[in-house]
Each structure stands twice: as C-alpha cells, then as structure tokens.
C-alpha cells in the first residue's frame, strides 16, 4: 500500500471510529481508486449512522458482527483449493523471498505429517519484483473445527518460519453461488 493510499486509509478508519463504527464489523473492506470521495461524504455524517447508510452497497442481509449473514460469493483460491462449497478455512500466508523454491512443499509435508488437516496449497503469484516475501495460500479440510483451525496457526507460527498474512476464509463462513 502506497504512503498516500495508507494515509487515506487512516483518516477513513478514524472516520468510521468518529461515526462509532467498527471496522471489524465488516466482512471486509476494499476500494479501488482514491478515497477521498468517500471520506467526504462520510465526515458529512453525524454518530449513529450504520453501516449501510455509510456503505449502500452492503447486501441487504447484512448485520454488522454477525458473520453468518455475510455471504459471500464462493470463488476457489487456486486449484488446490475446493471447486465448490462447502470449502474449508484458508490462510493467506508469507515467508522469506529467499527460501528455497520448495519451501512452501516441505512446509504442507510437515504439516501434514504433524497431523494437520492440510487440504491444498499454493503459491501466490505477485508481479512487484520488489514484494518482500513469498505468498502463499494453506487451505485446510472442510470439515476442520474452530479449535483445530487456531490449533493450527499457533503451531504454524510457533515451529516454522510460516507467518500468518490474512484468514481469508474462516471456519464457519458462508459461501454461496450467488452474486
């Protein structure tokens, strides 16, 4: 994220704080272009505003904090992923650009002989030469539970030089086929 686009984002998040809303509340959040037309017509409201009147384009179904009424259009992370839901919980995850070319292989191999429910992984293609790490995404079985999921990335973080990006797809998340 560029110096200006993260300013941006820092005075849209403390707009959203001023309004009383909760970032997390969202099933995520992104934008293409500047900012700035949307922190305008934001710091045009007054606190007590919700989600939607800030955001329209929210789902109608929408509850803020409640997941299970985010859902989300299913789209497979990569081939090694579910074709179709029901699909298991996914890390985005980074490591050293300069580990060998079959870490992420030696890593899913670990794992799975640690007798974690590794479904699929792969690699994260990134254009910027100048990207830090290595990006991958670590799908884990559908039927993984919350306590095993957690279980997990604990134990990822704690004995490799795996670090957790983003969960991109929790245990219990909706998808669907729809729009």
């Given at each position: 994220m560029s110096e200006s686009r993260k300013k941006e984002f820092d005075v849209l998040l403390a707009e959203f704080e001023r309004l009383g809303l909760d970032i997390g509340d969202l099933p995520g959040f992104a934008r293409s272009g500047s900012l700035e037309p949307l922190i305008a017509r934001v710091r045009a409201m007054e606190p007590g505003?919700?989600?939607?009147e800030v955001l329209?384009?929210?789902?109608?179904?929408?509850?803020p904090g409640r997941r299970e009424t985010w859902p989300n259009k299913y789209r497979p992370v990569g081939?090694?992923?579910y074709p179709t839901p029901p699909a298991g919980p996914a890390l985005h995850i980074h490591y050293d650009k300069n580990a060998p070319p079959n870490a992420l292989e030696d890593f899913v191999a670990l794992?799975?002989?640690?007798?974690?429910?590794?479904y699929g992984a792969g690699l994260i293609?990134?254009?910027?030469?100048k990207?830090?790490?290595t990006d991958a995404f670590v799908v884990l079985d559908?039927?993984?539970?919350?306590?095993?999921?957690w279980a997990f990335e604990q134990w990822m973080e704690a004995t490799t030089a795996m670090r957790t990006?983003?969960?991109t797809r929790e245990v219990h998340e909706r998808q669907s086929y729809d729009d």
């Open positions: 505003v919700t989600w939607h329209p384009d929210l789902p109608k179904q929408f509850v081939d090694y992923d794992a799975r002989s640690a007798g974690w429910p590794i293609y990134i254009e910027n030469p990207w830090p790490t559908k039927d993984t539970s919350e306590e095993t999921f990006g983003v969960i």
